[in-house]
């Protein structure tokens, strides 16, 4: 058996990541990837019993790097719940804003047959660890208690609102919105004066 090429195995996820945002799940073939990788097909099934698996597989790896860059120095336990946010939302719009290809590619793969697979070997240890800090939170009175959806779209959505006006190149008026601590942190403070009882 052929040893296991880390390279080669990146670069296959690089452009099948590229291909499937560029051409959805349904443009996106083995074949193609083979040619745009300069590697044979033969060379990819060597890593990868299928289509779907190497789908899968670089849709794991994607979300496995999001979610160890967005729990950087987090503590669910220690940290109060604006501090935790705040470090939530530097973490993540740190990682979105960087890896614009792989939101992308991830938001495909969310609407799309495959996304159980992949949620189901990587989001546990993440629930987990925001499921205490939530807990700690309102054990401590920093937080409302609410329905988790209601939670998540109060606590994140308004982050992922900018960065897709900042990916997007594009707002409401005719000047381009760009990114800032300044106007996250404007909108991390409301979003705090929303949660807290």
């Known amino acids: 058996m052929r040893p296991r090429d880390e390279n080669k195995i990146c670069?296959?996820?690089?452009?099948?990541?590229?291909?499937?945002v560029k051409d959805g799940l349904d443009g996106f073939g083995v074949n193609k990837l083979a040619k745009a990788?300069?590697?044979s097909p033969a060379t990819i099934y060597i890593y990868y019993k299928d289509r779907e698996d190497l789908i899968v597989?670089?849709?794991i790896r994607v979300t496995d790097t999001m979610l160890k860059e967005s729990l950087a120095d987090f503590d669910p336990d220690n940290m109060s719940f604006e501090e935790g946010l705040r470090q939530q939302w530097k973490n993540r719009s740190s990682h979105f804003l960087n890896n614009p290809l792989d939101v992308q590619f991830m938001e495909k793969m969310r609407y799309s047959h495959l996304?159980?697979?992949v949620a189901d070997k990587v989001y546990n240890t993440f629930k987990e660890v925001m499921g205490r800090f939530y807990h700690n939170?309102?054990?401590?009175?920093e937080l409302l208690q609410l329905p988790t959806e209601v939670y998540w779209s109060l606590a994140f959505a308004p982050l992922y609102q900018l960065i897709k006006f900042h990916s997007q190149a594009k707002s409401f008026g005719p000047q381009k919105y760009h990114f800032t601590e300044e106007s996250m942190e404007q909108t991390l403070q409301l979003v705090l004066k929303a949660l807290k009882p």
């Open 137 to 141: 939170a309102v054990k401590r009175g």
């Open 57 to 59: 597989q670089t849709a």
């Open 11 to 20: 670069e296959l996820h690089r452009k099948t990541v590229e291909m499937i």
């Open 115 to 117: 996304y159980d697979k």
């Open 37 to 39: 990788a300069g590697v």
